[in-house]
C-alpha cells in the first residue's frame, strides 16, 4: 500500500504538542476580577511548522515536549508570576527583601515567583513563549519554519500568537 500517494504535495507539516501549568498570576493597571491575585490551570500549545525528514518526522514530539518542559514548565509550574509594578513587588522592596523571599513557604525555602516586565496576561504570557520556543526549537532544527503558540488561560479564554 502506498502511503504516500501524492509525493509532489508540499511536505510542509505543522505539529503541536501541549502541556499544562498550574499558575497564579494577577494583573495591574486593570480593574476588572483579574487584578486579584488568582490562578488558572494553563494550558500551553505550540505548532511547529517544518519541513518532513527523510525519515517521515517533522520534529520529534519527545524534542518539543523538553522545549516546553525547560522553558515553560519548569519556569511557570505552580509559581505567581507578578509584574514588576505589581504594589506588591515594591512592598518587599520596601522592606529590603526580594518578593520571592517574602512569599516562600518557609524562610530560606524555594521560592516560585516569577518578576516579569509586562503585565502577565495571556497575550504577554503567549508572546514571551513564542520567543523563547522559537528560538530553542530553530537551534534544535534549522527547518522549522514558524512557531505558533495558544496560550489558554482557561477552557475558553485563549491567546494565540
Ligand atoms: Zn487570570
Redesign the pocket.
Known amino acids: 500500500m502506498k502511503l504516500l500517494q501524492v509525493p509532489e504535495l508540499d511536505h510542509t507539516i505543522v505539529v503541536s504538542k501541549t502541556i499544562t501549568t498550574e499558575t497564579a ?1 494577577r494583573l495591574t493597571n486593570y480593574a476588572g476580577k ?1 487584578a486579584h491575585i ?1 490562578g ?1 490551570s494553563w494550558q500551553w500549545t505550540v505548532k511547529v511548522r517544518c519541513g518532513l525528514m527523510s525519515n517521515g518526522l517533522a520534529i520529534d514530539f519527545g524534542d518539543i515536549k523538553q522545549v516546553l518542559n525547560s522553558r515553560i514548565h519548569d519556569l511557570f509550574d505552580h509559581a505567581i508570576v507578578l509584574h514588576e509594578l505589581d504594589p506588591l513587588v515594591g512592598y518587599a522592596s520596601d522592606l529590603g527583601m526580594e518578593i520571592g523571599a517574602m512569599l516562600a513557604p518557609i524562610p530560606g525555602g524555594e521560592t516560585r515567583v516569577v518578576v516579569v516586565d509586562a503585565n502577565p496576561t495571556s497575550e504577554n504570557m503567549a508572546l514571551y513563549a513564542k520567543k523563547v520556543l522559537w528560538e530553542d526549537l530553530r537551534t534544535r532544527n534549522p527547518s522549522v519554519a514558524s512557531v505558533k503558540v495558544i496560550v489558554n ?1 482557561t477552557c475558553t479564554s485563549a491567546a494565540e500568537v
Open positions: 498570576h483579574c488568582h488558572h488561560e
